[in-house]
């Protein structure tokens, strides 16, 4: 029912998802960056907020004190003074600002990977329809977004709730302290929150992530003849691959009906493999190999020998080697000149063919294995 209405049941393709990918289309969670981003920057201040405010507290006291360091309060210095207190105050903010710049990109890079392209950005006229924006805001996933949206915001709320709720006793013994005494209990009190709101968002981060990489796989289903249809485009139509396959069976199968029969001996693994070998004094320097196969091919060569009294010998290091070392139509190689002149002898004895003839083919063929054994420039 589902395939015949053409819903997405099936998973998306790695082309879907390379062809999505291209378009800048991948799971990402937004929420995970910025919970990275903040968690990183609650940690630069608790190792290095001492730093932070030491720095902050002598640029201010250079800028109180600034006609006691030398400088004049004339207005014609005080660019000079405002461009000395912003020099100090990047130098910094900037290692920590790049600090956290670094963060964020690495939490984009650790969700989509290295990925440069500006296909989003390309003009969509049909973004302007004000019909499929108010759909938009309309459809089921904006409102399950707005739902969720509010969990997170409550969830966070009562979180800090609960965090402040805790510092209520020293919050209203803050009067009684100093100022710097003061400040220093309201920062605790901030970076303990951060600290909480931190990990909270990064919980929120992580199952946003995972329902973002649910959802990106849920949009890029594709129906069952999406995917036959891709497969078809992608490996060709199955009927014209099977009807090639069986051509060339066909062809396979007539070239053993026609080789076999005139071949001195088929040379088996020996179920495996058969190959089919012919040696012509008279044409040939070496034995040829006129047929090959493996398994159901195999067999139909040990069949068409058989039928037309064409030896079978089982030797298979010697079968995997021809089989996969020399080509139909071609001559054997020198290694395999020995194994096969015997299996020829050996043959021929069989056939009871006159021994002296035989014996001249059989030497031959030692001679030749004997002479691509030896080294290059040996007498």
């Known amino acids: 029912m ?18 999505a990918r291209d ?29 932070i405010g030491r720095s902050f ?20 210095s005080v660019w000079p003074l405002a461009r000395a207190i912003a020099i100090d105050g990047a130098k910094v903010a900037g290692p920590l600002l790049l600090i956290t710049g670094l963060v964020a990109a690495l939490a984009q890079f650790m969700q989509v990977g290295w990925l440069l392209t500006a296909r989003p950005l390309k003009p969509n006229l049909g973004k302007l ?3 499929a ?9 904006s409102l399950v977004k707005s739902i969720l949206n509010s969990f997170k915001l409550v969830f966070v709320v009562a979180v800090a709730v609960g965090v402040v709720s805790g510092w209520v006793p020293k919050i209203v013994g803050l009067p009684a302290l100093s100022a710097l005494q003061g400040m220093l209990m309201i920062a605790r009190m901030l970076l303990a929150l951060a600290i909480w709101l931190a990990a909270v968002l990064l919980v929120i981060g992580l199952i946003d992530w995972l329902y973002q990489r649910w959802q990106h796989t849920e949009d890029l289903k594709m129906t069952k003849q999406q995917v036959k249809d891709e497969r078809r485009s992608m490996e060709g139509d199955p009927q014209v691959k099977g009807q090639r396959f069986r ?78 070392g020399v080509e139909v139509g071609r001559e054997i190689s020198a290694e395999y000149y020995e194994a096969v002149a015997e299996i020829l002898a050996y043959v021929y004895r069989l056939e009871g063919e006159s021994a002296g003839a035989r014996g001249r083919v059989h030497e031959r063929a030692r001679a030749r294995a004997r002479r691509a054994r030896r080294p290059v420039g040996a007498a």
């Not at 799971?27 to 920057?41: E, M």
């Not at 759909?135 to 089921?140: A, D, F, G, V, W």
């Not at 040379?267 to 159901?296: C, Q, W």
Request: charged share 20%.
């Open 247 to 324: 051509m060339m069976r066909q062809i396979v199968l007539q070239q053993i009906q026609a080789n076999v029969p005139v071949a001195d001996v088929v040379v088996t693994n020996p179920t495996h493999f058969a190959v089919a070998l012919r040696y012509d004094t008279e044409t040939m320097s070496a034995p040829r190999v006129v047929a090959k196969g493996a398994d159901y091919m195999a067999q139909r060569i040990r069949l068409v020998a058989a039928a037309n009294g064409v030896p079978i010998i089982e030797r298979p290091p010697l079968a995997r080697g021809l089989y996969f």
């Open 23 to 51: 378009r800048g289309q991948v799971a990402k969670s937004q929420d995970l960056s910025s919970a990275v981003d903040l968690a990183a920057g609650v940690a630069i201040l608790v190792f290095a907020g001492g730093f």
């Open 133 to 141: 924006g108010v759909k938009r805001i309309l459809s089921k996933r």
């Open 129 to 131: 329809n004000p019909i």
């Open 57 to 76: 507290l002598a640029i201010m006291e250079k800028s109180y004190t600034a006609e006691g360091a030398g400088w004049s309060t004339d207005p014609a």
């Open 2 to 19: 589902a395939e015949d209405m053409g819903e997405r049941t099936e998973k998306p393709t790695s082309r879907r998802l390379s062809e």
